[in-house]
């Protein structure tokens, strides 16, 4: 396959906006990704006990943002190792300047297409959680094919959770939580929602307030959570 044909190259999720970096997050690049910055390389899988110098449990997170809410979990549970996906430039240095000024030691960053890392760099049920918080929800009819939560995505979930492996995602966009509910409910097979009602989960006390959150919550954004467990009896 042409890789360099418009019409073969994978639909993307996320538009690459690397903006304008300030001179402390440069310097954070600069300084601090040589310690907490791993490079994509399809042709290798990541060894976590070699990235994080332990075998605590990996929690991953895709699309970070600015960092505030994941450099928090991280730094609330210590036990816990956290691989965090961000291509947005200025977000990943803002994230690296702080795990530096208050030593948080128990995370790490990719800077790359999260569909790839997941399709090559994340070794077979390696994870005890993914995270997605706040997606693009591209809410136009025409853009719903670049929403990340599809099929294939729920696919690789299913190979890289462990048993009883958590699924956690939230929006503020009320037709983006159906979508996500409603496509990963067609795998019941491999997935349980915890949800009580079958639906959504409240806020869970784990999950700090993001900036953009509170934005939205100012403007009368409501909020949906999801939580899914990969079935420990599925093989």
Avoid: C
Avoid at 51 to 66: A, R
Avoid at 120 to 125: A, L, N, T, V, Y
Avoid at 200 to 212: D, E, L, S
């Amino acid at each position: 396959m042409d890789s360099t044909n418009p019409k073969h190259r994978p639909i993307r999720s996320f538009v690459l906006r690397t903006g304008r970096m300030t001179p402390g997050q440069e310097k954070a690049f600069n300084d601090f990704w040589p310690i907490f910055g791993f490079d994509f390389d399809p042709a290798r899988k990541l060894d976590f006990t070699h990235l994080f110098g332990n075998n605590n449990p990996v929690w991953l997170e895709i699309g970070f943002g600015d960092g505030e809410s994941l450099a928090s979990m991280a730094k609330a549970s210590p036990d816990k190792n956290y691989l965090g996906i961000e291509v947005h430039t200025p977000g990943v240095g803002h994230l690296l300047l702080r795990l530096a000024e208050e030593d948080i030691s128990n995370v790490r960053i990719m800077s790359a297409d999260a569909m790839e890392i997941l399709r090559h760099s994340i070794p077979k049920q390696s994870l005890a959680g993914v995270q997605l918080f706040f997606p693009d929800p591209w809410h136009k009819k025409k853009h719903h094919k670049r929403r990340i939560v599809q099929s294939a995505f729920v696919d690789l979930l299913a190979q890289l959770l462990q048993p009883n492996g958590i699924f956690h995602a939230a929006t503020d966009w009320e037709d983006y939580a159906r979508h996500m509910l409603a496509v990963l409910s067609e795998r019941q097979d491999v997935f349980e929602n915890l949800s009580a009602q079958g639906d959504y989960i409240p806020h869970p006390q784990g999950r700090p307030t993001t900036k953009f959150e509170r934005r939205g919550q100012r403007l009368g954004h409501g909020v949906w959570d999801l939580m899914f467990k990969r079935r420990a009896d599925v093989t």
